[in-house]
């Protein structure tokens, strides 16, 4: 049957806050958007489960919401349910299939592949993937899944009809991370998200489920636009022109939990684009942060304020607001990268920047080995390849940065080949480009809210990122060959100055891009 899986419902009593009735909570929830729900009652006696499901029948009725029945198919088949959840230890599919009218739908639990295929074969109506994140609501004794293994496991449903939800500690602070990292290769998705105590714990159950729904809502309209389709190198020289143009006129907030040798200088470089700079790393300053339109730097060069980190990237998830990750020496320590799956996990990031050492670590390459913050070693055979298996791993825009740069939305690449090389001898050269990326995505992002006439205006990261990597490239270009540079020490004063005087026709007519596929 054609059910509406978006915001999948899972009851648990034993979370209702102190004053809120169990049916008011549900009133509540389908109200905000709970499009189907299933009554778990792990506890209850046969007599008590049945008084429920007879209650949650009439409330889900009166909203024309599917009910499903955990487990129990002798309580689906008396109170008349569209549907029943079996785990992987209750009934066989198959038998269960058989007591069931045809009309009912079938739910299995599921958390490998293997797994997904028995269903498929069985013929399971959906399936659960799970556990994806820890959950006070279930003793989990087998890993997690994790947000970016949902796709392996969703892969065995290609050219299937069979659908999926994702179960497990989801809510709206990683909700956006959980639907991006469930997008397999062939480009299936989850169909929804199953919730359980952020709406069910929640005392506003209506705001907590409508946040939810918004979030899935968003995904499935705008998970393919990271970029905006087909590229020449003609349109991508114009469109960086126009971001900048963009960059001045909205002047968006920039939220930067950066390095400390940089702060100074990456304020002052987003200051000069046009941009207006906030270093702010408090967790409890993240919320507020989050609603201000504008873009998101993530820069954990002096790894410190982690929690600070992981705050900032879910409320800004939460707020459609873009994440630039910036992994500063990411594989110089296995506590780096340990942390920088740590925060993978934990939101959804919008743009990766990074060296070739840092991507190579990323992308669990050992081509190019790190020294430090820096890259050793001549870098990749083929760069191009690189980009796009991370920016398809990642669901995100992957911008890489050396001698000659290379961004990647997982399907175009394009090649930059503008620079200095003055660039390698001033400190944080590097985190001033991830800067620059977050400005021109910010300013994008608030675009798409403000103009509906430019086909810019929809938030395309793609084109962000090449303009962000492009304008300090290009000033760095223009900065040298000042009489008044005469090193690296009057290089950096000079490189701000150029980006504050750079023009969107400047960086039309100097921009070297080139789209190679």
Not at 466 to 495: K, M, N, W, Y
Request: net charge neutral.
């Amino acid at each position: 049957m054609d059910f509406d899986y978006s915001l999948y419902l899972v009851t648990n009593r034993d979370c209702l806050p102190d004053g809120i009735t169990y049916e008011e909570s549900l009133e509540q929830a389908l109200k905000g958007g709970v499009t189907i729900v299933q009554v778990r009652e792990k506890s209850a006696d046969t007599g008590e489960f049945l008084e429920i499901a007879r209650a949650t029948k009439r409330i889900c009725d009166k909203y024309n919401v599917p009910l499903i029945i955990d487990d129990r198919i002798d309580i689906a088949l008396a109170v008349g349910a569209d549907g029943v959840h079996l785990g992987q230890t209750d009934m066989p599919l198959e038998v269960a299939r058989k007591l069931l009218p045809a009309n009912v739908i079938i739910g299995i639990s599921c958390r490998t592949s293997e797994e997904v295929k028995r269903a498929v074969a069985g013929g399971a109506d959906y399936i659960g993937i799970g556990t994806i994140y820890a959950t006070s609501t279930k003793v989990v004794k087998t890993p997690l899944v994790g947000p970016r293994n949902i796709g392996e496991i969703l892969a065995a449903l290609d050219d299937t009809s069979v659908k999926s939800v994702a179960i497990g500690g989801i809510k709206s602070t990683n909700a956006v991370r959980t639907l991006f990292g469930s997008i397999t290769a062939s480009g299936k998705s989850l169909d929804g998200l199953a919730v359980i105590s952020d709406i069910v714990a929640s005392r506003e159950p209506l705001i907590a489920a409508k946040r939810l729904k918004d979030s899935v809502s968003h995904f499935k309209a705008s998970r393919t636009r990271f970029s905006l389709g087909d590229y020449t190198t003609e349109s991508l020289k114009g469109s960086v022109g126009k971001a900048l143009k963009y960059v001045r006129q909205l002047s968006p907030l920039v939220h930067q939990i950066t390095n400390t040798v940089v702060t100074t200088q990456s304020a002052n470089a987003t200051i000069a684009l046009g941009a207006s700079p906030i270093m702010a790393t408090s967790p409890e300053e993240m919320e507020d942060l989050a609603k201000i339109p504008g873009g998101l730097l993530i820069n954990f060069g002096t790894l410190t304020s982690l929690e600070g980190m992981i705050a900032a990237g879910q409320y800004a998830n939460q707020n459609k607001k873009p994440i630039i990750f910036d992994p500063v020496g990411v594989g110089a320590t296995s506590f780096r990268k340990l942390k920088a799956a740590e925060l993978l996990n934990a939101w959804q990031a919008t743009v990766i920047k990074g060296n070739p050492a840092e991507i190579g670590a990323l992308s669990n390459s050992s081509e190019v080995q790190s020294k430090g913050v820096d890259s050793a070693g001549s870098g990749f055979a083929d760069p191009a390849s690189v980009v796009r298996a991370l920016a398809l791993r990642e669901r995100c825009v992957v911008g890489m940065t050396g001698e000659v740069d290379w961004v990647s939305d997982g399907k175009h690449v394009a090649r930059l080949a503008n620079g200095h090389s003055l660039l390698g001898h001033i400190t944080g050269s590097g985190c001033m480009v991830g800067t620059s990326v977050a400005t021109f995505c910010g300013a994008l992002s608030v675009a798409e809210k403000k103009v509906s006439l430019n086909p810019l205006a929809d938030g395309d990261m793609f084109v962000a990122t090449i303009a962000g990597i492009s304008a300090v490239a290009v000033a760095s270009e223009i900065a040298a060959l000042r009489p008044d540079v005469q090193g690296p020490g009057t290089f950096l004063p000079a490189l701000i100055d150029e980006l504050s005087k750079l023009t969107p026709e400047v960086l039309s007519e100097k921009v070297n891009v080139e789209i190679v596929s």
